[in-house]
């Protein structure tokens, strides 16, 4: 597609369910990064995957959250035992070196109830 | 470590009035600088981007100078329209960082007629 493409563009949970939020990123983009925009906490990096390598979880606040990256496209972010403090809107962003440049989603805005 | 600090918000103008955010930063070594802008509703677009000392990224009638004596890149418009109004945000990128982006808090803009 011509861009950045996250479903579902809002979800909204009960307490302790699990959730699965998808990126599509644009196509031969290398790079996808998963972020997530709170209230509280502003925007914050959560996990980074470039090519083959073993991805950055540098950012992911719990061993509730992790994040697959299948055949070099697709991302899922999985978020298990939800919490109300998910709630936020989660951006992907892929990128694409030559342009130095992270193009980003329009967002899934999860609410845990 | 990175981080970037900018002013906060909401920042309230009238149309055709001078716009500047301030945007400071620390990291290590040489990073890109970025602002973002979000419209309301919409997801984060890049603004304009500078990735060496004394590099002006502009668009849209803004602009924005790497500075790094002073370790700042303050986002500037002329003569803003109510189309302006948005958050935007500042951020960097650093290789050393895997190319993650560190952003600042975002700051609210409304331009009235």
């Known amino acids: 597609g011509a861009g950045v493409s996250q479903s579902p563009s809002n979800k909204v949970t009960e307490k302790g369910k699990d959730v699965e939020l998808r990126c599509d990123p644009i196509?031969?983009?290398?790079?996808l990064y998963w972020y997530r925009q709170s209230l509280g906490q502003g925007l914050e990096f959560l996990i980074y995957?470039?090519?083959?390598?073993?991805?950055?979880k540098s950012g992911l606040p719990s061993d509730r959250f992790s994040a697959e990256r299948t055949g070099g496209s697709v991302s899922t972010l999985t978020i298990q035992r939800t919490q109300q403090e998910d709630s936020a809107v989660y951006l992907c962003?892929?990128?694409?070196?030559?342009?130095?440049?992270?193009?980003f989603g329009a967002g899934t805005r999860l609410s845990v109830l | 470590g990175n981080s970037v600090t900018q002013m906060e918000g909401p920042v309230t103008l009238s149309e055709e009035a001078f716009l500047t955010i301030n945007c400071t930063y620390t990291?290590?070594?040489?990073?890109?600088l970025f602002w973002y802008v979000q419209y309301p509703g919409e997801g984060l677009q890049l603004l304009l981007k500078a990735t060496k000392a004394d590099d002006k990224g502009s668009n849209k009638g803004f602009e924005a100078t790497y500075r790094k004596e002073t370790t700042s890149f303050h986002l500037e418009k002329g003569s803003v329209q109510v189309s302006d109004s948005a958050v935007y945000f500042c951020?960097?990128?650093?290789?050393?960082?895997?190319?993650?982006?560190?952003f600042g808090g975002g700051t609210r803009v409304l331009v009235k007629p």
């Open positions: 196509s031969g983009h290398t790079a």
């Open positions: 995957f470039q090519g083959n390598s073993a991805p950055d």
């Open positions: 951020a960097l990128r650093n290789k050393a960082a895997g190319n993650k982006l560190t």
């Open positions: 990291a290590t070594g040489y990073p890109s």
């Open positions: 962003a892929s990128y694409q070196g030559a342009s130095g440049i992270q193009y």
